[in-house]
């Protein structure tokens, strides 16, 4: 199970009773201590004491660490990168380069670089302009590009 991503009552808990009968019942705050259920709340392996009505059950609970999916596009809005990253992790950015009068300026966000949710990352590019001076006869033209 995943720390942020279950209900207590996706847990279930099967009662099997010595007449064959067999009763699955939601996991619920009150047939487990505080402390149990904190543990519900942070990564790793936990023991828990589940009781049910005069029973009571010792079980080995695995919290797996929450995990994102993080895209970077490229220019042409394909996908080039594609990670899935702990909360909180760094996903690495791929190398964008130059294109043909366009500049790379940057990336659409820096939040992969401190993952909190699902991303889509785009390129950002500025048009690369030039100015080209003329000078003849003593008159200077300029055109932009």
Known sequence: ??????????????????????????LTEDMISEEDLAKLQTEGEHQITVTY??????????????????VFYDYEGSVISEQYVYKGEVAIAPKYEDLEDYDFVGLS?????????????????????????F???????????
């Open 53 to 70: 009505k005069t029973r009571i059950a010792v079980f080995t609970v695995k919290i797996n660490p929450v995990s994102y999916k993080v």
């Open 109 to 133: 966000s820096e939040d992969y670089l401190n993952v909190q949710s699902n991303l889509e990352i785009r390129p950002i590019y500025e048009r690369n302009y030039w100015i080209v001076t």
């Open 1 to 26: 199970m995943n720390v942020e991503n279950f209900e207590l009552s996706d847990i279930k808990v099967i009662v099997n009773y010595q007449s064959g009968r067999e009763d699955i019942k939601d």
């Open 135 to 145: 000078v003849a006869d003593d008159v200077t033209v300029e055109q932009v590009n």
